[in-house]
């Protein structure tokens, strides 16, 4: 599978140790640093870490397939530009054995936009002692102020994505089908769970 926003490589690193073959790949370089340390500590001998934008996958791997591709960790949202979200998911699907599968996931912006935000504090990825609220909201930006049990604070600004909208450009791209997960369960009520994990397949 290829993890194409590994971040600190959480998902890799993870993936990895439950005997999935992971390539791990981001645009940022100090990421990279971060994901290659997390693997050196954790014993993951066998990861492939790959610079790679979003929108040159295609040029970066060239003839590979995979599996699955993920985009975790809210990451889809970091893109701002349609034109670009539309190039990405396009550069994914092509990247994809026959039956391979996307999974992409995103905080429920539909409930922070239409309802407010709240929380049940289920960010697995960030510990369970981060205080996540937002600083700044409106429809195409949010940023998100992270508060650390050492006080160390970090402010992150994403776009807003609603689920339906990242639903049509993933059968846009070609996906033959996809499904909705809130929070991980199969059936969820629209606006309840904290994340949503979309697995579109090819």
């Known amino acids: 599978m290829l993890d194409i926003a590994c971040g600190t490589g959480y998902h890799a690193v993870t993936l990895s140790a439950e005997g999935f073959q992971v390539t791990a790949s981001d645009g940022a370089p100090s990421m990279l640093v ?28 060239g003839g590979e397939e995979f599996d699955a591709v993920i985009c975790l960790g809210n990451a ?6 349609e034109g670009d979200r539309v190039k990405a998911l396009g550069e994914i699907y092509r990247l994809l054995t026959r039956e ?11 409930a922070i936009l239409d309802n407010g935000f709240s929380s049940k504090h289920q ?15 409106r429809e195409d930006l949010l940023t998100m ?3 650390y049990e050492d006080g160390e604070v970090h402010f992150l ?15 846009g791209a070609g996906f033959r089908s996809v499904k909705r997960y809130g929070d991980f369960a199969e059936i969820y009520d629209f606006y309840e769970p904290d994340f ?7």
Do not use: M
Not at 123 to 137: H, K
Not at 157 to 171: D, S
């Open 157 to 171: 600004t994403i776009c807003p994505i609603r689920q339906e909208y990242v639903t049509r450009l993933l059968l």
């Open 100 to 110: 391979g599968i996307a999974i992409i996931d995103q905080r429920n912006y539909d």
């Open 196 to 202: 949503v994990i979309q697995v579109a397949r090819k």
């Open 34 to 61: 971060r994901t290659r340390e997390n693997a050196r500590r954790f014993g993951i001998d066998d990861l492939r870490i790959v610079e790679a934008e979003w929108t040159r996958l295609g040029e970066v791997f």
């Open 76 to 81: 889809f949202t970091h893109l701002f530009d």
């Open 145 to 147: 102020r992270y508060e």
């Open 123 to 137: 960010s697995y990825y960030l510990g369970e002692n981060v205080a996540v609220r937002p600083e700044e909201l």
